[in-house]
């Protein structure tokens, strides 16, 4: 009989969204664009309403969490249906954190690196860098964009992009990235660039044959 007691699951205490971004192929990404639904909701004589529960004390507070949880869950049904899941921002993170309204912006802009391997040469990197600067600034959907050998990573040397794009519409955006993703890839491929992925050298020594 095994000693070894079963490991906790805390499954049912991690927010969907947690979970499928650590199921996802990049779970070590810094950010992830997603589709949702924004409410911003405010019940009519909730301010008076706890008042007068709090007063009854740890049963009033037991009845407030029963009201807005009544409130609500018909609003996030349809959305649990669909394999949703809710994201709650307190009030005090929306006032004190810079808005960012896309619609008014002019442009989207994207942050990304590139790693390429650390056999490049000099001249191959410099390469690099220019079909970068060259095929975003040809691009008809870019507004500007920039492009620089920016450092030396763990297994790669880092190429820091950011590209700003004309179209505010997402699918549009998109299309645009996409275009530019896939002639990067074959004009790398075209000059011979390789680009890096997470590799780690090992060096094994043989004791009994250092003591001869």
């Not at 699951?9 to 199921?23: D, E, G, K």
């Not at 000059?191 to 090992?202: F, H, K, R, S």
Request: aromatic share 8%.
């Amino acid at each position: 009989m095994s000693n070894v007691e079963p490991k906790p699951n805390y499954t049912p205490y991690v927010a969907l969204l947690v979970r499928q971004w650590l199921n996802a192929p990049d779970p070590d990404a810094t950010h992830r664009v997603l589709e949702g639904s924004t409410v911003f909701a405010d019940i009519s004589g909730f301010t008076k309403l706890s008042e007068r529960l709090d007063r009854i004390g740890l049963e009033g507070a037991e009845q407030v969490t029963e009201v807005i949880g009544n409130a609500f869950n018909s609003l996030l049904e349809p959305a649990y249906a669909y394999e949703g899941t809710l994201v709650t921002i307190p009030n005090s993170a929306v006032v004190n954190a810079q808005i960012d309204n896309l619609q008014v912006r002019p442009t989207r802009r994207t942050n990304f690196t590139i790693g390429v391997t650390y056999d490049t040469s000099s001249e191959k990197l410099q390469r690099a860098v220019a079909i970068l600067r060259d095929l975003m600034e040809q691009h008809p959907g870019t507004e500007t964009s920039r492009a620089h050998f920016k450092s030396y990573g763990e297994s790669a040397l880092i190429l820091d992009v950011a590209h700003w794009c004309k179209h505010l519409d997402y699918s549009k955006y998109l299309a645009c990235i996409e275009e530019i993703n896939f002639e990067l890839k074959r004009r790398f491929e075209d000059e011979g660039i390789a680009i890096a992925y997470p590799t780690q050298t090992e060096h094994l020594v043989n004791k009994e044959a250092s003591r001869d």
